[in-house]
């Protein structure tokens, strides 16, 4: 059974720039997740999509969005993009509304 | 503000001793909680998981105990190997607000030959 896939695995971009990060959940799975991970912040909660709508939303500014199609991939957007904003972006799928998640590798995103 | 806190950055145990790693939540509507392993350049690995009902759980060489009144939970590792070396993060949720995780800033595990 493949695992959760993130791509792309590394990214540079520059201050201002968009970005759009990608996730592929296990197959049955239909929530995606997605955190931040900072050095010092641990993983902070993102979002979570579920049968392609936004279930659950963490405290980050509009800046931050996503997508989830109807094949449970699902899309992260992060729109100018600022210097602080460089961290592991880690995306987590599940089946329905069981608890815990597998997560992918995820994305490192470091803004210049 | 940090709902779920792992105080210890980093913790050193001499192989085949246990490792003891601490997690202090702060939201008493949590009820299921889990430990995720996680090595550099990859993803957290699920552990184990506990749910509010019991104060214990073990899965092999791994126990998780749980104290709700102290809103404190810990992972034992017996005995302690060197591949165990990780990262390792503790992470809470509640039935309420379903598959939203609070993640604490993690504690390094080295764990010496």
């Given at each position: 059974k493949a695992g959760v896939t993130q791509t792309p695995r590394y990214l540079i971009k520059t201050r201002g720039q968009q970005v759009t990060l990608s996730c592929s959940p296990i197959s049955g799975h239909r929530s995606v997740s997605w955190y931040q991970q900072t050095p010092g912040q641990g993983l902070q909660f993102l979002f979570e999509y579920f049968s392609e709508t936004q279930r659950n939303k963490g405290n980050?500014?509009?800046r931050f969005s996503g997508r989830q199609f109807s094949n449970s991939r699902s899309e992260m957007n992060v729109s100018t993009?600022?210097?602080?904003?460089?961290a592991l972006y880690l995306c987590a799928s599940s089946p329905d509304n069981n608890y815990g998640y597998t997560f992918g590798s995820g994305t490192r995103l470091t803004v210049v | 503000d940090q709902q779920v806190k792992q105080n210890s950055p980093s913790l050193s145990v001499q192989e085949g001793r246990i490792s003891i790693l601490n997690c202090d939540y702060t939201?008493?509507?949590?009820d299921y909680f889990l430990w995720y392993k996680k090595y550099p350049a990859e993803g957290p690995t699920f552990l184990i998981s506990i749910s509010s009902i019991k104060d214990k759980n073990e899965d092999g060489r791994f126990t998780v105990f749980l104290n709700k009144s102290a809103k404190h939970l810990s992972l034992h590792i017996v005995?302690?190997?060197?591949?165990?070396?990780a990262v390792y993060f503790c992470a809470a949720s509640s039935s309420v607000t379903g598959n939203q995780f609070y993640f604490g800033t993690g504690t390094s595990l080295t764990v010496i030959p």
């Open positions: 980050f500014p509009g993009l600022e210097l602080g904003d460089s | 939201n008493s509507m949590f005995p302690s190997q060197p591949g165990d070396s």
